[in-house]
């Protein structure tokens, strides 16, 4: 599959869980009561180390340590919201942001290969907002757009760690 299909086929996914994330959501609160943004940091909280360990097999020490502070630093940032729900824009959308540097990588030189991956990513986490406002069960949120696109910025920064 090229990297742009892996874009392609992503953003789909994102895309067709939209009708289904509320009720996933409530499903998950009823089963997990006050233990579900427990889980949802301890998810999160697996991903940035898996993504460390991902890190230190592929990168030089001091690469690993500018990781560490910025998944650290994240983390911090995501357990300080409210709502637990909304901390799972910056797992999706870091996978959507790193997927998108990869797709672009023999063109992805400096800022403005950054850029141009913020630009895609927001786009697409806009249209995720906006398909959120025509459905009857979700809203549009711009906090939610701007969710996305620092989760878009940190998979792409983690991709030029690694490059």
């Not at 994330?21 to 579900?36: A, C, I, P, T, V």
């Amino acid at each position: 599959m090229t990297p742009w299909g892996s874009v392609l086929i992503y953003t789909g996914l994102i895309y067709a869980a939209l009708p289904f994330g509320r009720g996933w959501q409530q499903f998950l609160r009823k089963q997990l009561g006050s233990d579900f943004g427990l889980s949802i940091n301890l998810l999160l909280f697996f991903a940035a180390l898996f993504t460390v360990f991902w890190i230190i097999k592929k990168t030089t020490k001091i690469y690993l340590l500018l990781s560490i502070i910025v998944l650290g630093t994240l983390l911090f940032f995501v357990v300080q919201m409210n709502l637990p729900a909304e901390r799972i824009h910056f797992l999706q959308y870091g996978i959507l942001g790193y997927l998108i540097a990869r797709a672009v990588k023999p063109r992805f030189l400096g800022i403005s290969g950054f850029i141009f991956v913020l630009v895609l990513g927001s786009a697409i986490g806009l249209g995720d907002e906006l398909i959120q406002w025509v459905l009857p069960s979700r809203v549009f949120d711009w906090w939610d757009v701007s969710y996305n696109m620092i989760g878009t910025a940190i998979g792409a920064t983690l991709f030029q760690f690694l490059k």
